[in-house]
Structures are given as C-alpha cells and as structure tokens.
C-alpha cells in the first residue's frame, strides 16, 4: 500500500517539481542586460568648456584675452592626464596615444613668447583632439561645457575689456 501511495505521488508531484526546476534553472545562467556605467571625466568637460571659451575669443581676434587666460586652459588642459582617466572609459587604446597628442598641443601653448598666431592656431588646432577624446572615451558632453553644436558655454574665461587685437 505505501508503494501505490508513493506511485500516486510522484506522478501528481513530478510535473510540477519538473516545473520548478525548469524556472529556477533558466533564471541561474541568464545574465539580465544592465546598462553600463556613464563614464564620467570632470577634468575633460572642464577643459572642453575652457577650450570652448578660447575659442570664441580667437575667433573673435582677442587673442590679447585669451593670452591673459592661457594659464588657466593650461591648467585645466594638463588636469586631462593618465591618472584622471575613468577606469571605464570605452577604448583606453584610442585614448592614450589621444593625450600625447594634447600634452603637445599644450606644451606649445606653454611657452613664455608665444605669438597670438601661433596661440589661435594650437587653441583651434587643440578642438579635434578633445573632440576625439570624448569619442574614445565615450565621456558624453553636458550641456554646460558645450558640444560640437555650439550650445552652451562656462562662461570660464573673462571677456576682454578693449576691442579685438591680433
């Protein structure tokens, strides 16, 4: 009698432990799609915004301003090093050879007699470079620090107070 009551049993409780065990198996392998963590690098916005400003006054032809100032971008330029880059960054091998490239640009905007026009052609020449690290890193630009659309500035560096002069 115990034999049949057993029989009886497990045909009724066999589907359903047979159930369970599909959905708890299905669920131990299957990894559930998270997104991934927004890379953040202050020191690159920051100097993107900076970058932006000198821009606009080399632009404009106030190079006079924007030698003033030059320590600053200098400053923020040089804070976009290997020991700020963000861990996840999207591809570190593109990002590398990237920051030699602005430490060169820097370094020429570094020098103590530098002409104007010399001083407008490394802050322009400077913009692909930042503009390729934001690619490389997939740092996503906020609008406070600009973007290639021209919206949006920091306002960073004081306008000059004469007209232009080159």
Known sequence: MNHALFASLRRSLLPLL?????VSAGGCGREEAVAPAPVEWPELLRFDGILR???QLVSAGDTVAALTNRQLLLEAGWAVAPPTVPANVA?????RPLLGDLVSKLNGLAVSSLA???LE???????PIVSE??????????RSSGSDDGMGTTDALPKSRGGPSK
Do not use: Y
């Open 91 to 95: 591809d570190m091998e593109k990002v």
């Open 121 to 127: 052609e490394i802050v322009l020449a400077t913009r």
């Open 116 to 118: 104007p026009e010399k």
């Open 18 to 22: 047979l159930v369970l065990a599909a």
């Open 53 to 55: 400003e000198a821009e």
């Open 133 to 142: 690290l934001f690619e490389a890193s997939g740092v996503e630009r906020s």
